[in-house]
């Protein structure tokens, strides 16, 4: 094909266990996993190219069962193919009765759906957690009292563009005046002091319009209920907005009003 002048971006590849159990191929499903984890390192290393499962199914009389073998393809389309898997779709899940195959019944989707809202969550709640993971062991090690933001590259690394931007228009505007200005509190620990600060309590709110989370924040002996939303860069979550729910105070939205403002 290349040699042709043909041009592609990714390769589409299809993993069916039920088939390969089927045919004889496998003995069970764990084997078409391997067989597709270790196809997909193969191709990416060979034609320097990405790729995604663009077809899967499993046995739509079994939802349970289904649901446990689609979580492990998942799952090993994320952790191991080297980062080249991108993506996971299922074939025809709305099918029912001729197609084996399908994931719907009476018309609503089965258990075996669920292992794709799971893995959603999964992913968003492991990037929220190793955030606070580094972010507290930081503060915590080096004693970052009474710094804020601007102090330290926390939000250069973990939050979104557009989140940056916005603290970069304010730090501008705030440059020639004296005094406490727009950040006199450090949104990642939701005050001025530091003091054995934690996280726990975690909690998936939403996947969708924006993923956003929830956990209990723990900083100078008081526990604050913080949400986060995400919006992903580069297939990286990155923090897109930080709000204070125990005193109902949403940082994005009053950076926004204080760039108006000013």
Known sequence: LR??????????????????????LESDY?????????????????YHTELMIVETGVEAKMPHIGKQILAEIINAAINRCNGHCHGVFYWAPEAEGH????????????????????????????????????????????????NTVQDVDF??????TRWNQAVDRIQK???DIEGIGFFDSDYWVMGQDVENFATDN??????????????????????????????KENGVWK????????????????????????
Request: a negative charge.
């Open 155 to 160: 939000s250069e690394k973990f939050c979104s």
């Open 239 to 262: 923090i897109d907005n930080f709000i204070d729910l125990s005193l109902d105070f949403d940082w994005k939205q009053a950076m926004r009003n204080y760039i108006e403002e000013n």
């Open 30 to 46: 764990h084997g078409t996993i391997n067989d597709f984890t270790a196809n997909v390192r193969r191709l990416a290393d060979k």
């Open 99 to 146: 197609y084996p195959l399908g994931a719907f019944n009476n018309h609503r989707p089965t258990a075996i759906m669920d292992a794709f809202t799971e893995a959603a969550q999964a992913d968003v709640l492991k990037a929220v957690k190793q955030i606070y993971s580094d972010v507290s062991e930081a503060y915590n090690r080096d004693n970052l009292t009474d």
């Open 3 to 24: 040699t042709c002048g043909v041009t592609w971006y990714i390769i589409g590849m299809s993993i069916y266990p039920y088939w390969d159990i089927d045919a004889k």
């Open 173 to 175: 505007i705030e440059a």
């Open 202 to 231: 975690y909690r998936v709110v939403s996947l969708s319009p924006t993923p956003t989370v929830e956990f209990d924040l723990h900083n100078c002996g008081n526990i604050i209920r913080v949400s986060v939303q995400l919006a």
